[in-house]
């Protein structure tokens, strides 16, 4: 049984599962937008909300705990400087899914996420 566990397990291992979603979050904060199926684009809005709630406290123990996780300075950097202050007052809700239609080849449910 399931009890208490959060998210999807996306039919990957653990360490490929948390890549996935690492390098999702990264090309989210970098480019702002992302296009990809719907139960990644769930599962890499949960990341992605933590991350930034993380951010907006400031300090260096934020910045070396999503620093951690995204282990990409750039895109570290941009997320101090340019995304949290964006939301300084806004307690939740940094994202956005929007569902474009089903993928041609398999059918996919693909969705669009993005920064509001």
Known sequence: MRHKKKGKKLERDKDHR????????????????ITTTKAKAKETVRFTEKIITLAKKNS???????????????VVSK?????TPRYENRKGGYTQIVK?????GDNALMCKVKLL
């Open 18 to 33: 948390k890549a996935l979603l690492a390098n999702l979050v990264n090309s989210l904060l970098f480019h702002e937008e």
């Open 60 to 74: 260096l123990h934020s910045r070396r705990g999503v620093l951690k996780f995204l282990r990409d300075k750039r």
């Open 79 to 83: 997320l101090f400087e340019v995304i």
């Open 100 to 104: 474009l239609g089903y993928r041609k």
